[in-house]
C-alpha cells in the first residue's frame, strides 16, 4: 500500500517549536518532490513550504518564511518540516503531499497525500 504518514503535531506554546515528519511507505520518495500544506478551521488549504527530489532547492509561503524549514532524509525516506516561532494563526492540520513534477505550492499536480497531522498554538 503506497502512503505518506505524517507525525509530530501536538499542543504548543507561541513562541514554541515543533518537527513534522512525513514518511513513506510502499514507495521512494528518491524521485519526488515533497510539499507541505495546512488547512486551518473554515479555511482553505494552503501550500506552506515544499522541496526538490534532490533537497537542493526549497520554497515557503510568505507567512512561514524565516521560521519553518523543510528537510529531506532519502535514506530514510522521509521529509521534515521544522516549525519554529510559532504562532496561534499557525493552527492548522498539516498535511505532506508527493508529486513527480516541480516543487510547487499549489496542490494540482501532488498525487499522494497523508492523512494530516494536528498543530496547536495557543497558551
Known amino acids: 500500500q503506497l502512503q505518506l504518514v505524517e507525525s509530530g503535531g501536538g499542543l504548543v506554546q507561541p513562541g514554541g517549536s515543533l518537527r513534522l515528519s512525513c514518511a513513506a511507505s510502499g514507495f521512494t520518495l528518491d524521485y519526488r518532490a515533497i510539499g507541505w500544506f495546512r488547512q486551518a478551521p473554515g479555511k482553505e488549504r494552503e501550500g506552506v513550504s515544499c522541496i526538490t527530489s534532490s533537497g537542493g532547492s526549497t520554497k515557503y509561503s510568505h507567512s512561514v518564511k524565516g521560521r519553518f524549514t523543510i528537510s529531506r532524509d532519502n535514506a530514510k525516506n522521509t521529509v521534515y518540516l521544522q516549525m519554529n516561532s510559532l504562532k496561534p494563526e499557525d493552527t492548522a492540520v498539516y498535511y505532506c503531499?508527493?508529486?513527480?513534477?516541480?516543487?510547487?505550492?499549489?496542490?494540482?499536480?501532488?498525487?499522494?497525500w497523508g492523512q494530516g497531522t494536528q498543530v496547536t498554538v495557543s497558551s
Open positions: 503531499a508527493a508529486q513527480t513534477l516541480v516543487c510547487d505550492l499549489t496542490e494540482d499536480d501532488y498525487d499522494y
